[in-house]
């Protein structure tokens, strides 16, 4: 079955305490890219990748990092989580152009 | 710059009458528009995109959107609605060339009464 799966899919942590989220896709497709949802704030893009070894910041890269080793895979990683990047992540995957498939989703609480 | 406006935080209506949802944006260059669909407590999937072509598009579970380009917008349509179309509509910009970033707008709820 074609899908992007996300781990963990809930993560309650503290203040400072690194953590990794990892997103995998088997679609082969080129492009991936990671979100945060926010309410009223709808879907904001952190990164994207192009392809293994290039990524690009979107418009809320501050806190976070990602890295593109392999095509299928995708973390974001943030090594300092503060409060203010509770919220609701997705990942998500396309070819070039097209419609994106996204993760189910992971809910972080940074407390 | 890319951006992205949903002109309605929230949609009521009632069931078996037409919606539309309303997206405008604004870009420097050429891009490519989608609707994204999100039930509570799921991901987001597609429900149509215009990438090229004919401006009426339509898409899964009887929606349609018509590109405007001098107007700058991108609205939703269904004729008749039911209440499992309850749930959180988005739509989106991503650029044609280059580096594909994605803009999505900040989302409207639609709600669906009997």
């Known amino acids: 079955e074609a899908q992007v799966t996300q781990n963990p899919r809930y993560l309650i942590t503290v203040t400072g305490k690194k953590l990794t989220v990892t997103c995998s896709q088997n679609m082969n497709h080129e492009y991936m890219s990671w979100y945060r949802q926010d309410p009223g704030l709808g879907l904001r893009q952190i990164y994207y990748?192009?392809?293994?070894?290039?990524?690009d910041k979107g418009d809320v890269p501050e806190g976070y990092k990602v890295s593109r080793k392999e095509k299928r895979n995708f973390p974001l990683i943030l090594e300092s989580p503060s409060p203010n990047q509770t919220s609701l992540y997705f990942c998500a995957s396309s070819l070039f152009g097209g419609e994106q498939f996204f993760g189910p989703g992971t809910r972080l609480t940074v407390l | 710059a890319q951006s992205v406006t949903q002109l309605d935080s929230q949609v009521p209506v009632f069931e078996e009458a037409p919606v539309e949802l309303r997206c405008n944006y604004s870009s420097s260059v050429s891009v490519y528009l989608f609707w994204y669909v999100q039930y509570p407590n799921q991901g987001l999937q597609l429900l149509l995109k215009?990438?090229?072509?004919?401006?009426l598009v339509k898409g899964i579970n009887g929606f349609e959107a018509e590109f405007n380009k001098s107007q700058t917008s991108f609205h939703l349509r269904k004729p008749s609605v039911h209440i499992s179309d309850t749930a959180e509509y988005f739509c989106a910009v991503s650029e044609s060339t280059g580096g594909f970033k994605t803009i999505f707008g900040a989302g409207t709820r639609l709600f669906v009464k009997a």
């Open positions: 990748s192009m392809n293994v070894e290039v990524t």
């Open positions: 215009y990438l090229s072509g004919s401006t």
